[in-house]
């Protein structure tokens, strides 16, 4: 059996579970669980949108996949990136993604071609490759345009990304994970809520019976 495969199942087991949860809740608790989600993923949206804003860049975080950086960047690092207009120099750190490959490419600057103010053209190495990078460019493409860079490395967080990097490489795993994320938000109730009834909650005060409020009516009165 493969490793996805007994994830797979494992996971499956407890999306079941919560699924059996989900279906005796009432509507109303139902709904407000589908909001808290919605919220969820409405908040992580916001802040993605506005990261990309900021920074000018269609990816403002990646994750290296490779090894074709070290020592500088090893596979499982995730980089932070801007992309303004300023042309990048000999040393800095890019990603680019060519039109013929999905996934972006981190390398290193190492010759730099200005063509008026805002335009240029860079030749990129990986510091671990022994040649540059025109190979991956193509035939007809013997620079890197300022159309093909994505942005510009500012900072890193070493290894923080092998998580998603595992998660890509195993899509049944990614879905299932994602599948219980949702589930545990939906099925997830407050300690208090489980452990008192409304009515008897540490927090809430006491009721009194209309007898006990006449006594000490007649308490004050004496």
């Not at 009432?26 to 407000?32: G, Y």
């Not at 990048?88 to 981190?106: A, L």
Request: glycine share 6%; net charge positive; charged share 25%.
């Amino acid at each position: 059996v493969s490793t996805q495969s007994t994830w797979g199942l494992i996971i499956m087991v407890f999306l079941f579970s919560w699924l059996k949860e989900i279906t005796s809740m009432n509507w109303r608790k139902l709904a407000e669980r589908i909001i808290a989600v919605g919220i969820v993923l409405g908040s992580a949206y916001t802040i993605w949108t506005t990261l990309i804003i900021i920074t000018k860049c269609e990816s403002p975080v990646v994750v290296v996949l490779s090894g074709s950086m070290e020592p500088s960047y090893y596979r499982g690092d995730i980089l932070f990136l801007t992309n303004y207009d300023a042309a990048p120099g000999i040393g800095d750190i890019v990603v680019y993604r060519m039109k013929k490959e999905d996934i972006p490419i981190v390398h290193r600057v190492i010759s730099v071609q200005l063509q008026g103010k805002d335009d240029f053209y860079l030749l990129t190495k990986g510091d671990n490759n022994e040649v540059n990078d025109r190979g991956i460019y193509g035939m007809e493409t013997q620079w890197l345009h300022k159309k093909h860079l994505m942005g510009r490395v500012r900072a890193s967080i070493p290894y923080l990304g092998i998580i998603t990097i595992l998660l890509t490489e195993n899509p049944i795993v990614k879905y299932c994970v994602l599948g219980a994320a949702v589930l545990l938000i939906l099925t997830s109730k407050g300690k208090e809520e489980d452990q008192f009834p409304p009515n008897e909650l540490p927090y809430a005060p006491k009721q009194m019976h209309s007898s006990q409020k006449k006594k000490k009516k007649k308490k004050k009165k004496n």
